[in-house]
């Protein structure tokens, strides 16, 4: 597609649950990457995903989060036993690949955990 | 660790004026690539503006242009005859290394007022 494409555009679930984003990234992109953005916390880095491998969790908050990439295309986020603190936009982006190119970012997915 | 400090959370312009956001960060990194985004209200992260360290020019787009200030670790961004539509959070965002992950600082709000 023309560009990054995530969803759902908002996603409400209770407390425990388990949740998962999608993101298309620019066809071509061989990076991705995942981004939280939360009032107290700012924009934080989650993951990054160079063709179907993840060189970087690092960001990752917790074994509750997990995510794969297939086919070195669309990318899924879980979340699993969803908290309160999880709420967020999570944001999606992807890039060229190589140092230095610019992210193209999604309009991200908001969650709420009630 | 790699840290970037936005330290107008708000400010406000009037249409047409010029203003100046400014950005500083802290790395011992000698190559590295600093971005400036914005992101209005439909959420969406737009890429205003890349400078690359290894140049000394300031990087310009049309009515955006930055100071950058290798050795004090300066980033500003500065945006000329203001338009309503730039209403937005702008955020300052720096990366280094092959997976190419963003640093963002806390954003700044800015509003431009007619």
């Known amino acids: 597609g023309a560009g990054v494409s995530q969803s759902p555009s908002n996603k409400v679930t209770e407390k425990g649950k388990d949740v998962e984003l999608r993101c298309d990234p620019i066809?071509?992109?061989?990076?991705l990457y995942w981004y939280r953005q939360s009032l107290g916390q700012g924009l934080e880095f989650l993951i990054y995903?160079?063709?179907?491998?993840?060189?970087?969790k690092s960001g990752l908050p917790s074994d509750r989060f997990s995510a794969e990439r297939t086919g070195g295309s669309v990318s899924t986020l879980t979340i699993q036993r969803t908290q309160q603190e999880d709420s967020a936009v999570y944001l999606c982006a992807s890039s060229l690949g190589t140092r230095g190119q610019p992210q193209h970012f999604g309009d991200g997915t908001r969650l709420s955990i009630l | 660790a790699q840290t970037v400090t936005q330290s107008q959370p708000e400010m406000s312009v009037q249409e047409a004026e010029t203003v100046t956001l400014s950005c500083t960060y802290d790395?011992?990194?000698?190559?590295?690539?600093l971005f400036w985004y914005k992101q209005p209200p439909s959420r969406q992260m737009i890429l205003v503006i890349r400078q690359e360290a290894y140049k000394q020019q300031n990087a310009t787009e049309n009515r955006f242009s930055v100071n950058f200030q290798k050795a004090a670790k300066s980033f500003s961004l500065k945006i000329s005859d203001s338009q309503l539509g730039d209403t937005a959070m702008y955020f300052c965002a720096f990366s280094y290394n092959a997976g190419n992950m963003l640093t963002f600082g806390g954003g700044t709000r800015l509003m431009v007022k007619p």
């Open positions: 790395t011992s990194e000698n190559n590295y690539y």
């Open positions: 066809s071509g992109h061989t990076a």
């Open positions: 995903f160079q063709g179907n491998s993840a060189p970087d």
